[in-house]
């Protein structure tokens, strides 16, 4: 299993350009989150999905939007990237019953 | 408005020392209380979690320590290993209510051999 994937480690834009950011999972989870990280505020909640078909707005959505494309895989997209939103992006999943996330290796996305 | 509050930012601890993480919440109807260790380039694993029915739960080396009433729950590591460096993020969720993990700001752990 390789358990939480993403794409790509490392991104480049410059403002005004828009990208998407790629996860899947292989533990067959029906929960997945997006969250970035930034240096002193730990993990901020930006999308998650409950399941297949469904998402919803975490702590801070402004500026981004998801698809939850299957079962596997939970994209996030920004449509126009602004240095605010230079920041390690993870993807997480979970499975149903249980609390624990487990998280990809991150992507780090840089905005100039 | 931060709902999980971690202390220290940065805490510098000698190989076989002690080492203690607090975090503190305000949201009363959290029951899972995970925390989570991040080595460099990598994502967050679960290190070890508590839910409020207890007072103290021990995984080897590692310890939590919840107060219910003070809204307060800490992480200890006894004997203190170089290979414990890494960033250590408390957290809390609302297990019926999609687990969104609330994090703290991380803390920063460099244990000197």
């Known amino acids: 299993n390789a358990g939480v994937t993403q794409t790509p480690k490392f991104q480049v834009l410059k403002t005004g350009q828009s990208m998407t950011l790629q996860c899947a999972q292989d533990m067959n989870h029906n929960s997945m989150y997006w969250y970035r990280q930034d240096p002193g505020m730990g993990l901020r909640l930006i999308y998650y999905s409950a399941s297949e078909g469904t998402t919803d707005k975490g702590e801070v959505p402004n500026g981004y939007n998801v698809s939850r494309l299957n079962k596997r895989e939970f994209s996030l997209r920004l449509e126009s990237a602004a240095p605010s939103q230079t920041s390690v992006y993870f993807c997480a999943s979970r499975s149903p019953g249980q609390a624990v996330q487990y998280f990809g290796p991150g992507t780090r996305l840089t905005v100039t | 408005q931060q709902q999980v509050k971690q202390s220290p930012q940065s805490l510098i601890v000698q190989k076989g020392g002690i080492s203690i993480i607090n975090c503190a919440y305000e949201n009363t109807a959290f029951d899972y209380f995970p925390w989570y260790q991040q080595f460099p380039g990598k994502g967050p694993a679960l290190l070890i979690a508590?839910?409020?029915?207890?007072s103290e739960k021990k995984e080897g080396r590692f310890t939590i320590s919840f107060n219910k009433s003070a809204k307060q729950f800490s992480l200890h590591i006894m004997d203190s290993q170089p290979g414990d460096s890494a960033t250590y993020f408390c957290a809390a969720s609302i297990n019926n209510a999609g687990n969104m993990l609330t994090f703290g700001g991380g803390t920063r752990l460099m244990v000197k051999p």
């Open positions: 508590i839910r409020p029915d207890v």
